[in-house]
């Protein structure tokens, strides 16, 4: 019941033009970022970090591709490897191959 007479209260009182006294004295917050150059400052900072990850990823991937890789033998063909007892169910032309007569 009280929250709803305070509630009617701050209605009346803000319909009525009633302004809320506001507290001048609190300080004004400054962040480190509010500077202009310190955000170029960081942009700059950002920008050569990213150009020396390019130039080293694309030292490494050099450095990788360079190097070769190793052959392996192949299996031996065991003739149970690759049985096909039954037709495809789209038979054995193919699946989007059309005869001609």
């Not at 009633?18 to 004004?28: F, G, I, L, T, Y």
């Not at 031996?76 to 096909?84: E, F, Q, S, V």
């Amino acid at each position: 019941m009280a929250t709803a007479i305070v509630r009617s209260g701050l209605r009346s009182a803000l319909r009525s033009g009633a302004s809320v006294p506001r507290s001048s004295s609190a300080p004004k917050r400054s962040f480190s970022a509010s500077s202009h150059h310190d955000e170029a400052a960081e942009a700059s900072k950002w920008e050569k970090i990213t150009y020396a990850g390019i130039v080293g990823c694309t030292a490494f991937a050099i450095y990788n591709l360079s190097k070769g890789h190793p052959h392996h033998e192949e299996p031996a063909p065991y003739p149970y490897l690759h049985i096909r007892n039954k037709e495809f169910p789209w038979g054995p032309d193919g699946l989007f191959e059309v005869k001609h007569h």
